[in-house]
């Protein structure tokens, strides 16, 4: 998701290429354990694997997203757009079917956060019934753009629906590159798709 072709402080402060950096790492690392201790630490708190200790309690804020939600204001508009609008997958964690340690995370688990911190309840039509969901035919004028290197795209809108739904995918893009400003670093087919982004909107407009 954050696999920016130069540094970032979106998630945290990450150099660029961040997979590469963490695959150096983990090579060059006196031990496989250390080598996943210091891409750890690059990745939760942009230390480059410098500081000794970790605290998740203080890296990220509990949230409706067990995976986590940052820090800051930013986080609390996601939580609470999970809590209200968003339907995320359950994403618990048992240590059989995955490498993660046990984390429960049920429906009504997240139901309770949500009401115990937003005072709301999840609504989990809401976007189907609201936005039509899927079912997007008769809309228009809509450019639908995924990065391939974005674990998000999977829910995307990723072949054209019509002259006017568009589906852009963008080679070596990460999460939403292509609505980041301008770098000197982005990729070629970065430019290309904010060029045809603005060829499609003009079109949209006249």
Request: charged share 20%.
């Amino acid at each position: 998701m954050g696999d920016y072709t130069y540094p970032t402080n979106f998630l945290a402060p990450l150099p660029g290429h961040p997979v590469n950096v963490a695959c150096k790492m983990m090579a060059s690392a006196s031990s496989k354990l250390q080598g996943l201790a210091d891409v750890t630490a690059m990745v939760y708190n942009g230390t480059n694997g410098t500081l000794i200790c970790l605290d998740p309690d203080t890296e990220y804020i509990e949230c409706a997203d067990p995976t986590g939600c940052g820090l800051g204001p930013d986080s609390r508009a996601l939580d609470y757009q999970v809590c209200s609008e968003l339907v995320l997958p359950v994403a618990g964690s048992n240590n059989k079917t995955d490498m993660f340690p046990p984390l429960p995370w049920t429906p009504d688990m997240i139901a309770k956060y949500c009401q115990e911190k937003w005072g709301v309840t999840k609504r989990p039509s809401w976007i189907t019934t609201q936005l039509w969901g899927k079912d997007i035919a008769s809309a228009s004028n809509i450019i639908f753009s995924n990065g391939d290197l974005d674990p998000w795209r999977l829910g995307g809108v990723l072949e054209d629906v019509s002259p006017t739904l568009v589906a852009v995918l963008v080679k070596g893009g990460a999460h939403h590159l292509d609505l980041r400003a301008s770098n000197p670093q982005d990729p070629p087919t970065v430019t290309q798709a904010r060029e045809l982004e603005l060829e499609l909107i003009q079109k949209f407009i006249q």
